[in-house]
């Protein structure tokens, strides 16, 4: 938690992709949106409560990993990975669970918050962080989205971000993971009483200083989207003591959520449900949940009955060698943007389709999977393509 106190090389096409989207309402997010439940966010946030005092090494925290990972399974999710790591207060695990999007599968946004406490339940401290991810995941399980999403909770933070750190290191730098961008959600339940109107989005200012622009302007993006679909209010602060800090220190993309009315209860007894505000939660979470889909690039797939009456189209022979036949149905006369995009998320090819049938040379392309990504005003729809 926050107590009070690059990729330099990163690519303009994803800082691009970052500041294009929306920067007003879009009514399909807001649907999505106006389903964010406050029964479950006080339902969880009291089962969070219940599940005890939280440290490294104790069956309380076993338990919430448990209870954690059983929403993910009740949810629909599969890809459930647990990762362990030991440290002087013992073994604990990350949480990571990934939903893979359909144009850019290697590259994450990474949703994150920490399920360990200190001195006490944490019901605020990182509770309201946890449940916030949980309800994200059931509203994003069956949403198309373009990116891929990682929602990761990890341990051992009130140790000194023990378990991101971990992650980092032993995760993202093998792997050279391609992360679009890092959201970090850390105490934002407000305090009883007073008047919970307002969140802070926070950004990069560290040193290295090379990534903090694009902090910046992702910080802009999560702060618009906080006032485009919740009724809260936004200032725009330093990122600093959270999980995101091992990230910024590899040089990724962060932005992160903190409240505004810091509460006095953090790592004491008294951090409880009845100390908070869960509508300041509630509409939290509804920002949150506004930022995500932008983030990940969230889009409204058109139904089987209706696209096979709209827009069908076929995509052959597949694979294919040097010419790809591109073939629309007469009922849909409108233009398509067709463009492939290869497994790394690069775009290497674009075209306005205008003809009931296209012909394409991609003898020039390098074998492999390719995604065929069609955007129309109505809808989109990805085929996976093989050239060899």
């Known amino acids: 938690m926050n107590p009070l106190y690059l990729r330099i090389s990163i690519s303009f096409f994803i800082l691009y992709s970052i500041n294009i989207h929306a920067q007003t309402y879009n009514p399909f997010y807001g649907n999505i949106v106006s389903n964010t439940s406050s029964s479950n966010v006080v339902n969880d946030l009291t089962a969070f409560e219940n599940l005890g005092i939280k440290e490294v090494g104790t069956a309380a925290l076993t338990n919430t990993e448990n209870w954690i990972t059983s929403r993910y399974q009740s949810l629909g999710y599969t890809n459930i990975v647990t990762q362990p790591f030991t440290y002087f207060s013992g073994t604990s695990n990350n949480i990571i669970v990934t939903k893979t999007g359909t144009v850019y599968p290697n590259t994450y946004l990474i949703i ?51 378990g991101s750190n971990y992650y980092v290191n032993n995760t993202v730098i093998p792997e050279n993971l391609d992360i679009k961008l890092v959201f970090n959600i850390d105490e934002v339940g407000g305090i009883s009483g007073q008047v919970n109107d307002t969140i802070i989005c926070e950004e990069d200012r560290s040193n290295p200083s090379g990534n903090n622009s694009e902090s910046a302007i992702a910080t802009g993006v999560l702060a618009t989207c906080i006032e485009l679909y919740s009724n809260l209010d936004t200032e725009i602060s330093f990122a600093y003591a959270s999980d995101y800090v091992p990230f910024e220190d590899n040089g990724e993309i962060i932005t992160g959520l903190y409240e505004k009315n810091e509460t006095p209860y953090a790592h004491t007894a008294n951090d409880l449900l009845v100390n908070m505000d869960p509508n300041y939660v509630f509409e939290v979470t509804k920002g949150a949940l506004g930022a995500a889909l932008e983030f990940a690039v969230a889009y409204e797939a058109l139904g089987l009955e209706t696209y096979e009456n709209a827009m069908k189209i076929s995509v052959y022979p597949n694979p294919v060698k040097d010419i790809l036949n591109i073939s629309i149905n007469s009922a849909y006369t409108e233009p398509i943007a067709f463009k492939l995009i290869d497994v790394l998320g690069e775009e290497v090819y674009k075209q306005t389709l205008l003809e009931q049938h296209t012909t394409i040379n991609v003898e020039t392309l390098n074998n492999g999977m390719y995604f065929a990504v069609f955007e129309t005003k109505t809808g989109n729809d990805v085929k996976k393509l093989i050239l060899n």
């Open 112 to 162: 994150d918050a920490h399920y360990d406490t200190i001195n006490g339940t944490g019901t605020n401290d990182n509770g309201s962080g946890t449940i916030l991810m949980l309800e994200l995941a059931r509203l994003l399980k069956d949403v198309e989205t373009e990116y891929s999403i990682k929602f990761i909770h990890f341990s051992g933070e009130e140790d000194g971000l023990v």
